[in-house]
């Protein structure tokens, strides 16, 4: 069965400060990797999804995501963060399948909440 | 606004009582999916049907919960004799479904259910 660690619970950076939030998956196939977003009373929303082709994808408001297959990993990068930044990232993976489509159900992460203090 | 909507937005109610949420995805969406949350916790899978068809259910989606999209367009999800377990955040979502198929999701805000 798939399933999906995010390794910080909650993280408290100051404005500018770098972020990495860790995301390592467990499934056996090839799979689709997303980081959805939820800002404080919104509902979640895509961040930033990888598919095939180039590992480093880049989402909205500067954030990027890096998929290393050796490490069953799909970490979200951001290198300074703002006030605005503040919200609950969710890692999510579903699996692929060959015509390029996907298995319906995403499996998420429970989730890092980021709190930025200006 | 012509994203996901879902009725009622809160919904408290007493052990042992039925409760319906309803649904309304994106309109060209084909895919529709339940999904329920608690505190600190990510959205766990509970059901996706594509058009009307229900293609899938967690285990979690005990004898006491049933979905139903019958005529593939808006869905209802009802839970009978609520218990206080049944607490939590009910979310919907939809995607479309072909072959270059992107993988987003589209959420609702979501269904707050608060058994007393």
């Known amino acids: 069965a798939q399933s999906v660690s995010q390794h910080n619970h909650h993280v408290i950076l100051s404005e500018a400060a770098s972020l990495e939030l860790g995301c390592n998956y467990s499934?056996?196939?090839?799979?689709?990797l997303f980081w959805y977003v939820q800002y404080p009373g919104q509902h979640l929303q895509l961040l930033l999804k990888?598919?095939?082709?180039?590992?480093l994808v880049k989402g909205i408001k500067g954030f990027e995501a890096e998929f290393i297959k050796s490490k069953f990993s799909f970490n979200l990068r951001k290198p300074s963060v703002q006030w605005s930044d503040t919200a609950e990232y969710f890692c999510?993976?579903?699996?692929?399948?060959?015509?390029?489509?996907?298995?319906?159900?995403?499996?998420f992460g429970k989730g890092t909440k980021l709190s930025v203090k200006p | 606004d012509t994203g996901v909507s879902q009725d009622p937005r809160h919904k408290i109610t007493k052990r042992g009582q039925n409760v319906t949420f309803r649904c309304d995805p994106i309109?060209?969406?084909?895919?529709l999916y339940w999904y329920r949350q608690t505190l600190g916790q990510g959205p766990e899978f509970l059901t996706y049907?594509?058009?009307?068809?229900?293609?899938?259910k967690s285990r979690l989606l005990s004898d006491r919960f049933s979905a139903e999209r019958p005529k593939g367009s808006f869905s209802t999800l009802e839970i009978q004799r609520t218990e206080q377990g049944d607490s939590a955040m009910y979310l919907c979502?939809?995607?479309?479904?072909?072959?270059?198929?992107?993988?987003?999701?589209?959420f609702g805000e979501g269904s707050r259910l608060t058994v007393l």
């Open positions: 990888y598919f095939s082709g180039d590992p």
């Open positions: 499934y056996g196939g090839t799979v689709n």
């Open positions: 979502a939809s995607s479309l479904s072909r072959s270059l198929y992107t993988g987003e999701l589209f």
């Open positions: 049907f594509q058009n009307e068809a229900q293609l899938e």
């Open positions: 309109s060209e969406h084909n895919r």
């Open positions: 999510a993976v579903n699996a692929a399948l060959d015509y390029g489509g996907s298995q319906g159900n995403l499996i």
